[in-house]
C-alpha cells in the first residue's frame, strides 16, 4: 500500500456541516496523515465543527479566516503553509467538504501522482443520468471553450480534486484569483509553464442535487469564462494594433520612397517592409502578451512564418475558388468582398488555434518531463 505520510490534504471549507465531518473521518480512514483545514470565514453557528475537529485529530492542521476571502485564497493560504511547514511534503491534495469526492478515489489520484509526478485531475462522467442537468451544462460548455480557445482537453474543469506534486505547488501559489477563478487560473497555468497533467475517473456523486455549494452560476461562470476568453481576445487586440501599424508603415513608406521609386517597386518595397515590421509586432506580441509562452523565441518564429506564409497564399487561393465555385463574375464586386470577408475570418480562427497548439506551445522543462 502507499504511503501518503508526505502528502497534505488541502480541506477549504465554508460554512459545514456533518459532511465535513464524514470528509475527515474516510480521509483518516484511508491512510492520510496530514490535513491543512481551512475555515474561510464561516457563520459563529458553523465554527465549532472546525474547532471540533482539530481538537479530535492531531493530523488536522486549522487555519482560520476572519471573514470570507474566497477559495482561491483559502487554497493558497493553505498552499503557502504546506511550502512553509512541510520541507519533506511530496505534494498537496485539494479536497471539497461537501463529501463529494470518496476518499478511495483521493488516494487513487495521489497514487497516481506519486507514481507519474503529475498533477492529477480527479474527473467526473457527466454522461450519467444522475447529474444535475446544470452540471452537465456548464461543464460541457466549458470544457468546449477551454479545447477551442485554450488549446486545452479537460474532461472535467471544475473537479475540486486535485494531486499536486510540490514543484508544481511552487509555481501556481502566486497564480491570480481569490476566488473560483483561481481553479481555472491553475489549468490556464498548466498550459502555459508547460505543467503536465493527468485525468483519473473518479465517482460521481451529487447530493441533494450539489445544493451545498457555494457557486454562484451567473456571477462565478462569468469570472471563469471571461478568464478563458481572454486569450482570445488578446489575440484579437494583437492582430488590430498589427494590422494599424502595417497600414500606417504602408503609407508612411510609400511617402518616403515616392522620390525614389514608382509603380509596382513602390508598391512592393513599402508592402514588403511594413509587412515584416508589422508581423514582427504580431510575433512578440502573440509570444509575451497573448499566449504568454516560455517557448524558444528562434523555434517559435519559425514556426510563426511557417504558418503565415502559407495562410496568406491560401487567403488568395481559397477565396478565388470560391468565387469559381460559385460562378461569381468579375463585376460583383459586393458579394466578391464578402466572401473575402468570411474566408478571412475562418483563417483567422483557424490561425489562432495553430499558433496556440503549435506555434507558441510551451515546452516542458527537465523537472516536468
Known sequence: MTDLSTISVVLPSLDPDEKLVAVVDGLLEYGFQDIILVNDGSKPENVHYFSDLAAQHPQIHL??????????????????????????????????????????????????????????????DFTLEH????????????????????????????????????????????VAGDRFEYETNMLLAFKT??????????????????KSSHFRVIHDSWRIYKLILAHFFRYTLSSLASAIVDTLGYGLLSWAFAPLLNGFALTAAAGIIARVISSLLNFFLNKLVVFQTNVDTKKAMLRYYC???????????????????????DGASALRTVIYAIVMVALYFISYMIQQRWVFAPQKSESQK
Do not use: W
Not at 509553464?193 to 450539489?210: A, C, L, M, S, W
Open 63 to 124: 487555519l482560520t479566516h476572519e471573514v470570507n476571502k474566497g477559495k482561491g485564497a483559502a487554497l493558497k493560504n493553505a498552499f503557502r503553509y504546506f511550502l512553509e511547514n512541510r520541507p519533506e511534503g511530496t505534494g498537496v491534495v485539494t479536497v471539497d467538504g461537501d463529501n463529494q469526492h470518496h476518499p478511495a478515489d483521493t488516494r487513487a489520484c495521489c497514487e497516481h501522482m506519486l507514481e507519474t509526478g503529475h498533477t492529477t485531475l480527479g474527473c467526473r
Open 131 to 174: 447529474v444535475p442537468a446544470r452540471s452537465r451544462f456548464g461543464n460541457h460548455t466549458t470544457s468546449a471553450i477551454f479545447k477551442l480557445f485554450v488549446g486545452m482537453t479537460i474532461s472535467d474543469t471544475q473537479t475540486g480534486l486535485r494531486a499536486i506534486p510540490r514543484d508544481v505547488v511552487e509555481q501556481i501559489v502566486d
Open 193 to 210: 509553464k508547460g505543467i503536465p497533467f493527468d485525468e483519473v475517473k473518479i465517482r460521481t456523486v451529487y447530493i441533494e442535487e450539489n
Open 307 to 329: 504558418l503565415a506564409l502559407p495562410q496568406m497564399a491560401a487567403q488568395v487561393l481559397l477565396t478565388q475558388g470560391v468565387y469559381a465555385l460559385l460562378r461569381i463574375s
